[in-house]
């Protein structure tokens, strides 16, 4: 039973527009929520984070709003660029648990020039 | 400039064989992890460690182990390698002391098929 989904397993998008990448959560007791940027045969790497305490967390071109009643989180990209193009895992945590992260399966994002 | 490494970055290997997965960090972070992650699917953790002399299973039932003898080591063991452990296999690392907002540090992987 998933408890991160990403139910978009791949979108596509204009190079200059906005890219909208979203995330599902079942389990109340997460309260960090990350975003991780992944290229083939690469690890991921860390993007963007969020505390339940927050809506919203901005670094940069990437925006990562967080709607807890809905449980629904989702991931900004501003403008879009042909670079961004990768895998993006959206992953979640309880702080009362083990801190250990579950990751959604991951959303191909493919910026066109 | 990758801070966790792991080697090798591909291998390939007949079913049967002991393989040794490497994984080293030169950041002091205490806690470690091992993912495996095939395409189209989340990344599920099969083992982690706090610290030296610390390991403990993930959630995937896996059948590697683990050691943790020093702080910047943590290798992954098969000790008969099936077709069905053809997968990604990532190692990270993060600093027990951060908090859950920083993430973790990933290494660039190993891509194990065994035939």
């Known amino acids: 039973d998933q408890q991160v989904k990403q139910n978009s397993p791949s979108l596509s998008v204009q190079e200059g527009r906005i890219s909208i990448l979203n995330c599902d959560y079942t389990?109340?007791?997460?309260?960090?929520f990350l975003w991780y940027k992944k290229y083939p045969a690469e690890g991921p790497t860390f993007l963007i984070s969020i505390s339940s305490i927050k809506d919203k967390n901005e670094d940069g071109r990437f925006t990562v709003f967080l709607n807890k009643s809905a449980k629904h989180l989702s991931l900004h990209i501003v403008p879009s660029q042909p670079g961004d193009s990768a895998v993006y895992f959206c992953?979640?945590?309880?702080?009362?648990?083990?801190?250990?992260?579950?990751f959604g399966r991951g959303t191909s994002l493919i910026v066109h020039p | 400039e990758a801070d966790i490494y792991q080697t090798p970055r591909y291998l390939v290997i007949g079913t049967g064989k002991k393989i040794t997965l490497e994984c080293s960090q030169t950041?002091?972070?205490?806690?470690m992890y091992w993912y495996q992650q095939d395409p189209g699917m989340e990344l599920h953790l099969i083992h982690y460690s706090y610290g030296v002399n610390s390991t403990e299973k993930g959630d995937l039932s896996s059948e590697s182990t683990v050691s943790r003898i020093r702080t910047e080591h943590f290798p992954l063991t098969l000790e008969s390698a099936r077709p069905s452990h053809t997968s990604q296999y990532l190692c990270?690392?993060?600093?027990?002391?951060?908090?859950?907002?920083?993430?973790?540090?990933f290494g660039s992987g190993t891509r194990l098929t065994v035939v």
């Open positions: 950041m002091g972070h205490d806690k």
């Open positions: 389990n109340s007791m997460f309260d960090y």
């Open positions: 990270a690392s993060s600093d027990l002391n951060r908090g859950n907002l920083y993430g973790y540090t």
């Open positions: 992953a979640a945590s309880a702080s009362g648990g083990s801190y250990i992260p579950t």
